[in-house]
């Protein structure tokens, strides 16, 4: 069974630029989450959603972070523009309902 | 809010020395706990879980017991190998949050030389 699939999975971009990230789920995965990694710091959650709904963008950067779901499978996330503190790992995560969360290897953005 | 507390790292063991990470949590409703595991240059992968009080998680030769009493989910290993070196997350996800989001830990780096 294939897993999560990211692309890039290395970003280098200078501040007030925009970027897109994508995300494949594993297949007849209603939910798909993205995190965001902070260099020494644990995921944190930035958006969830269930099939192409939004559950929770409760700490999404809304001023600048944008996230789509489109018929339900893939997702894009967006930011625009970047600030140097948004240099992180972005992580998607895909599960079935209530299910075990399973984690794509990532995209590593660098703001300069 | 929600919150995980685990140990500094980095952890500097010899092979087959015992392990431990230390966590805590804080929880308003009934948290399900977590162990992921996160190799260089991998993703993370779930490494155990516990859903109630009193489970013990385990799996590859770790452990963990879910303590209420204590608020803890500390992760033990007998005898670390050379390739159990990785970073550790321990986390929760609230029954209480319908979300089901993950709330992680900062991570512990583990190094185990041969």
């Known amino acids: 069974e294939a897993g999560v699939a990211q692309s890039p999975r290395y970003k280098i971009i200078e501040k007030r630029q925009s970027v897109a990230f994508w995300c494949n789920p594993i297949?007849?995965?209603?939910?798909l989450y993205w995190y965001q990694q902070i260099l020494g710091q644990g995921p944190k959650l930035l958006i969830q959603f269930q099939n192409n709904g939004v559950v929770d963008d409760s700490q999404l950067p809304k001023d600048r972070f944008s996230a789509e779901r489109l018929k339900g499978v893939d997702s894009t996330l967006k930011i625009q523009p970047a600030k140097l503190e948004d240099s992180a790992v972005y992580l998607c995560?895909?599960?079935?309902?209530?299910?075990?969360?399973?984690f794509g290897p990532g995209t590593r953005l660098t703001v300069l | 809010g929600d919150s995980v507390t685990q140990m500094e790292g980095p952890v500097t063991l010899s092979e087959e020395a015992f392990l431990t990470i230390n966590c805590t949590y804080t929880?308003?409703?009934?948290?399900?706990l977590f162990w992921y595991v996160q190799y260089p240059g991998e993703g993370l992968q779930l490494l155990l879980k516990a859903t109630k009080a009193d489970d013990k998680g385990s799996n590859k030769g770790f452990e963990a017991t879910y303590r209420k009493e204590t608020t803890s989910f500390h992760l033990e290993k007998g005898s670390v190998q050379v390739s159990d070196s990785a970073v550790y997350f321990c986390?929760?996800?609230?029954?209480?949050?319908?979300?089901?989001?993950?709330?992680f830990g900062s991570g512990t780096r583990l190094l185990v030389r041969p």
């Open positions: 297949s007849g995965h209603a939910t």
């Open positions: 929880a308003t409703g009934y948290p399900s």
């Open positions: 995560a895909s599960s079935v309902y209530m299910g075990e969360q399973f």
């Open positions: 986390a929760l996800s609230d029954d209480g949050d319908s979300s089901y989001k993950l709330i």
